[in-house]
Every structure is written in C-alpha cells, then in structure tokens.
C-alpha cells in the first residue's frame, strides 16, 4: 500500500470514528427534516386553534352592502341603523370578534374603513376586506363612467411569451429561466457552505497535529505533497460522506415522520386530499395546461448534465480551496490567527455570489464567462450558469483549468506546508512564506 493511500485510509477512519462526527451526521438530518415538516404541523395546528370569526359590517355608505363574500374562517354579518361605539361594547363581551366600520362620505366613493378588535387582526382576514372592497369599488367607479364592467373583464388578456433556445445540435428548446434560477442557486450556495464546512475541517485538522507534534514524526517518512494531497483527499470523502448520509437520512426521515405526524390531516377514506385535487384540476381545460407545462419545465432541463456538474464542481471546488486552507494551517499555531487568512482566501467565492444576479440575467455575459473560467470562482459561477445552458467547450475548458490550479495550489501549499508546518510561536511575514516556496 502506497504512503498516499495510507494516509487517505488515515484521514478518513480517524474523522468517521470521532463522536463528534456521528453527533453532526445524525442530528444534521433531524434538524433538516424538523424545518421541512415544521411549515405544514404549524399551519395544521393552526388552523385546528382559529375558530371561525364574526366580522359585524356597519356600512354608512351602502355601496358594500352583502358584497364582501365570507371565508371559510370569517362570516360578515351585515348590521343597520347601529352605532358604531356600541358595536365595539359587543366586541370586548364577545359577541362579535371584529367591527368592520365603512364611513358615508359626501362626494365620493369610500375608499377608506377601520376594522376594531380587541386581539391582533389576521393579515388574511384584513387583505381580504381590502381586495374585496377595491373590486366593488372599481366597478361603482366604472358604472359612473359610464364604461360596461362587463367589459373591461372581458376585455383583460393574459400574455404569455415563450422562450425558445434555438441550439444547432439539440434544435428548438423552450427555456424556463424562473425555474433555472432557482436550481442554480440553490446548487451554488450549497457549494458554497460545503466549501468552507469542509475546508476548514483540514485547516482545524492541521492546525491540530501542528499543535500535538504529530506532524514531526510524520513529517520524517512521508513527501510533503504526499500528505498533503492525502490529508486532502481524506477529509474529501469524509465530507462527501456526511453529505450523502445526510441526504438519504433526511429524506428517510421525512417521509417516516411526515407519513406518521401528518399522515391523519392529509388522508381520507377514499385517498389522499392531494390526489383528488390533481384529479379536480386535470378534469378543467386550465388544469390540464397547468400539467402540461409543468411537465414541460421539468423535461426542460438537462439534470445528467446538472447533477454531473455539480458533483465535479463541488468535488474539486473543495480539493482546491482545502488545499488553500491547508498551506494556511501549515503557516499558524492556532485558529485564531487563521481567521485573517481564511477571510482573504474565501473572497473569490463570495464576489461569485454577489455577481450571481447579474449571470442569471444574462448568463452568456462577459462577467459570467470570466467568472466561469477563474477557478477560483468556477464553483459558484459555473453551476448558476449551467442550468440556462452552456457550451459544452467551456465546462471542459473550466474544468481543465479547475484541476490544473487544483494541482499547482496543491504544490506549493506543500512546499509551505513541509517548512512551516516545523514553525511554533511565529507568525510568519509574506516575505519568510516566499522563501519557503523556494526551498
């Protein structure tokens, strides 16, 4: 077995037995699956704690007389010849849960009323009385215009411009750019944090065996790039480790938990509430386009070539900044002066994300191109990219030059490792460093 390969094996099984290791991969999954199904047992809840309310409508100037329609949580109830300071009497006894106050005016249509209660207003319930009463409004607007209401709904089109990729290998493609954003996004800003999770996983690694003298007798029997790109490579699968586990472990939990915890709310004898409403919406004409195009969206996009992407940008992404935060390790005595270092080295990564909105505009932009192609940006900005589509030659091109960097960042953060990793209680000048790259 070589040295290279006893230093992977070394790397990995001292990481994957550690406690501290177990705690993280099992407890990350239940805190992941806790905020997935967190939304849906909080709106459940509440909605088993909202009982129905009783708006009492005290409409001085007659126009929204019975047409503010109820909700299933609220019922209007239309009052006359009522005072409105009596009304708010019968909201602190309980006998109405809201007064709904619409004051006459003299000229005009009213556009203004006050809603009393004495507990917090629901945003829902008072958005509804505002959408309600705009719409009665503008129709009482148009009858005195003189303008058929009837009409002007008529009259309203929804416009809806397709975007077709025209590629002279693949032909005709139509793109969905909302959903592509989202992908890449989502995707970049999980390199993101992967990248730095995990590279300072070796620069805490380093600095550690620095700190316990391991590193001396080590140092004696192994090339320094050996245990360099071992190191590396070590931690590498420990993370791709973890995150694989913490994939398969949070989905798993999920759909035990959210099948046992929600599984009564959202079952029915005859089936699931869910797929009786797809079955409503597929009956419609409407419905049916609806399927149809999310069909489309999800055939529009070339997940091989995503998921691919992004295993090699993620993978080497991380080889090369670990490979950064290593020299850095090499280089201090404790994470403390390894702070300064490590905000310097993640600067590329975080121009990448503050340009992300300008490459989703116009991902075949300069900015994007170059971005793409910068190694040290590649991770982020290629995968925000790659899902609106990219020429082939330019992801080999990124990649070529991804791992090349990834290899000669490798080098000579060996050649500083092999010197400072022996250096204790100094904190070496820009001017020393150099002169270790050429020992």
Known sequence: MSNLSI??????????KKRSFLILTFLGPLFFAALMIAPSLLMIESEKMESKKNIAVLDESGIFDGKIENTDANTFLYLYNENVDSLKNLVFEGIYDAVLYIPATEFNIPVNAKLYSNKQI???????????????????????????????????????????????ENGEKTSYAELEYIIGFVLAIIIYF????????????????????????????????????????????VGLTQFLLWIILTLG????????????????????????????????????????????????????AILWSFLFYFVFGYLLYAAMFAAIGGMVDNETDSNQFSTVVSIPLIIALVCATAMINNPDSSLGIWLSMIPFTSPISMMIRIPFGVPYWQVIVSLLILIITFIIITWIASKIYRTGILMYGKKPSLKEIWKWMKY
């Open 7 to 16: 230093i992977i094996k070394r790397e990995y099984l001292t990481r994957v």
């Open 122 to 168: 629901p945003m829902t319930l008072s958005s509804h009385i505002e959408r309600e009463m705009k719409q009665v409004v503008e129709h009482q607007k148009l009858l005195a215009s003189g303008i058929d209401p009837a009409l002007v709904k008529a009259s309203q089109t929804s416009i809806n411009v397709a975007t077709i990729r025209m590629d002279e």
């Open 253 to 304: 939990i999920y759909l035990v938990s959210s099948t046992l915890i929600l599984g009564p709310e959202i079952m029915s004898p005859s089936g699931t509430v869910m797929t009786e409403q797809i079955s409503q919406i597929t009956e419609t004409t409407q419905g049916q386009d609806i399927m149809l195009e999310a069909v489309n969206m999800v055939q529009s996009i070339n997940f091989s």
């Open 194 to 237: 992967a990248v730095f999770l995990f590279s300072n996983q070796v620069l805490r690694g380093v600095i550690e065996e620095k700190t316990n003298r391991i590193i001396e007798v080590i140092i004696s029997s192994v090339k320094p790039f050996e245990l360099m790109m071992g190191k590396i490579v070590g931690i590498a699968l």
